[in-house]
């Protein structure tokens, strides 16, 4: 006997199947709106090298450091990357995170000591981080979304979640090696596909205790570094964020947390090789030394 679905259901059914999509599309259409119309293409060639440079202010629980000023410059090309930190106090002399794109390294915020900070001992445990060019965003030219298959990275949709209160797209990065139990998270805004949020996270079971009911009452440590981006604006051929900020937190019967405000100040291409000027974006002439 033959079946016939009315007119009108059909429609729905139509415009229901239209709606998930809208709400969900894949992650390849994300990326590719990401970078055409968020970026606006601004893929770097192999010798071309980007720095940005700002002023950085740090908020720590210890009450003995507090608030410090500095300052923070990015280097990168789409095969390496390296940001540095200055805040020039004993307490905190402030960081280096690289990659050459295959080997990591995180200073020490405390060179004399060999000391790291809690954030620096977070990316050293959580190399893709680093490696992968995700820190950073878009202002970092390694940035992985201009480069998926490249990288050998699996990036999978989870359509629209909440985050900070917003409607954004999440993608879900996986590294082709090295994450571990590292959970990656990457936020586009649905109205204009800037990438404007990642969020790493990952946890520690607690050792037990002296006795069981001091065993029962440890909590699991929970680690998690979000990076949120606003501000943009357009610079010759890229769209970029000038505020950058860092909020690391680490969590289990106490809660610590760190914040890192990076406000870009220069922005600056130029060719490696050639040793030419390249294009030169002042925000606040004369251009930020650092």
């Known amino acids: 006997m033959n079946r016939t679905i009315p007119v009108g259901a059909s429609v729905l059914v139509a415009c229901c199947a239209a709606l998930i999509a809208a709400t ?3 992650a390849e259409d994300l990326i590719k709106r ?11 060639a192999a010798g071309q090298v980007r720095e940005v440079r700002g002023s950085a202010q740090l908020t720590t629980p210890a009450k003995a450091v507090g608030a410090l000023a500095g300052s923070f410059h990015v280097t990168s090309t789409p095969g390496s990357s390296r940001v540095t930190l200055q805040f020039k106090t004993d307490l905190y002399e402030g960081e280096t995170w690289a990659t050459d794109g295959q080997d990591v390294e995180i200073g020490f915020a405390q060179p004399r000591t060999s000391s790291r900070s809690a954030l620096g001992v977070f990316l050293s445990v959580n190399t893709p981080i680093v490696g992968e060019g995700l820190l950073g965003g878009v202002l970092n030219a390694r940035w992985p979304l201009l480069d998926v298959a490249g990288r050998g990275a699996k990036v999978s949709s989870e359509g629209l979640k909440k985050l900070g209160g917003r409607d954004l797209y999440r993608l879900r990065y996986r590294a082709s090696q090295h994450q571990g139990p590292l959970d990656v998270l990457i936020f586009l805004e649905p109205d204009t596909y800037r990438h404007v949020a990642t969020v790493y996270t990952t946890s520690q079971a607690q050792g037990m205790g002296l ?80």
């Not at 055409?36 to 601004?42: F, I, M, Q, T």
């Not at 929970?222 to 981006?229: I, P, T």
């Open 24 to 26: 969900k599309p894949t």
């Open 211 to 290: 006795t069981p009911e001091s065993s029962s009452q440890q909590q699991d440590q929970v680690f998690r570094l979000e990076e949120w981006f606003s501000d943009f604006e357009r610079f010759g051929a890229i769209t970029i964020p000038k505020t950058w900020t860092l909020d690391y937190e680490r969590s289990g019967n106490t809660t610590s947390e760190w914040k890192y405000e990076l406000r870009l100040e220069h922005y600056e291409e130029h060719e490696q090789k050639a040793g030419r000027p390249g294009r030169i974006v002042s925000l606040t002439p004369p251009p930020y030394i650092g």
């Open 34 to 44: 990401h970078r055409e119309e968020g970026l606006n293409s601004a893929v770097l």
